[in-house]
């Protein structure tokens, strides 16, 4: 059995097992591999896609799943309580919640997988998915630059625990103040997406938008990358923000055709905590 609260967890073998699964499920293998078994998920009202696809993906596995709003965990019932119970009826946990800290105490007491869905400093599932669809369509994936354009918050932090843990080169574009410790900082985004192969980027929210002016990804920015580079802007993204209206359109977007990959990936990561 095994957790994944974050990247870290798995090696760079678990990710290429993790890889083949989700191979094997897309030719038909797997199903009903959780016949008579019950996936606890834990989601905040807001959350559509990470949360479609699991639910979906348990049921076309042939399982159960049975969801609580992630406030349910909030209540002053002790977390080792409440994982002390599941334990008796729930084969795994699916868990989006702010505080990775109750993900880790839950994982503590569990004798069952938990996984982490979401937290405010990491999202392992996205992050795995937006591998396994580059990996499908770039035999170099792993050697290919990346480009992170935005500030240090959960997407970027969790694609510098991609990058540690299987050595991507990546680098951050951002105004000063917005930096993630320990990666590259190129200040000018028109120097520093130049040479890039998949330029990354992250929602801003109304509190950063002043002073990320000038660091909006379009059409004419993307130009200046590689030749067939790609933009991959996690979700929600907002049109004339963080990426302009016209690149939607354009060669570079695989915004919709990557995260199409999130239903069998953690369908993967599931059946893979389940028999490790």
């Known amino acids: 059995m095994k957790n994944l609260i974050r990247l870290s967890d798995y090696s760079k073998d678990d990710i290429c097992m993790i890889f083949d699964i989700a191979d094997k499920i897309q030719q038909g293998d797997y199903k009903d591999y959780l016949l008579n078994k019950t996936v606890v998920l834990f989601f905040p009202n807001g959350s559509i896609r990470t ?3 699991y639910e979906k993906g348990i049921h076309l596995l042939g399982g159960q799943s049975i969801l609580f709003p992630t ?29 990775i800290e109750l993900i ?17 400093i990491n999202h392992p599932c996205e992050i795995l998915s ?37 050595g991507l080169s990546l680098i951050q574009s951002c105004p000063k103040g917005y930096e993630i410790e320990n990666v590259t900082i190129e200040y000018d985004i028109s120097k520093a997406i130049i040479d890039k192969d998949i330029v990354l980027t992250d929602s801003l929210g109304n509190d950063k938008l002043l002073y990320f002016k000038g660091y909006q990804v379009s059409k004419a920015l993307m130009d200046k990358a590689n030749e067939n580079a790609l933009l991959n802007p996690c979700p929600p993204f907002y049109r004339g923000e963080e990426i302009s209206e016209d690149i939607i ?13 999130l239903l069998e990936v953690q369908q993967s990561i599931i059946i893979f905590n389940l028999i490790n």
């Open 71 to 99: 406030d349910t965990l909030d209540k002053k019932e002790k977390i080792e309580d409440v994982v002390g119970y599941l334990n008796n009826w729930a084969d795994c946990i699916v868990v989006r919640h702010n505080n």
């Open 51 to 53: 949360r479609v696809t």
């Open 249 to 261: 359109e354009s060669c570079y977007f695989v915004g919709y055709e990557f995260k199409r990959t």
């Open 130 to 166: 937006d591998l396994y669809a580059l990996s499908k369509i770039r035999n170099d994936y792993l050697k290919t630059k990346y480009l992170f354009v935005g500030a240090k918050g959960n997407i970027g932090l969790a694609w510098k625990e991609a990058s540690d843990l299987l």
């Open 104 to 120: 880790e105490e839950m994982a503590r007491y569990a004798n069952i997988p938990i996984i982490n869905a979401m937290t405010n």
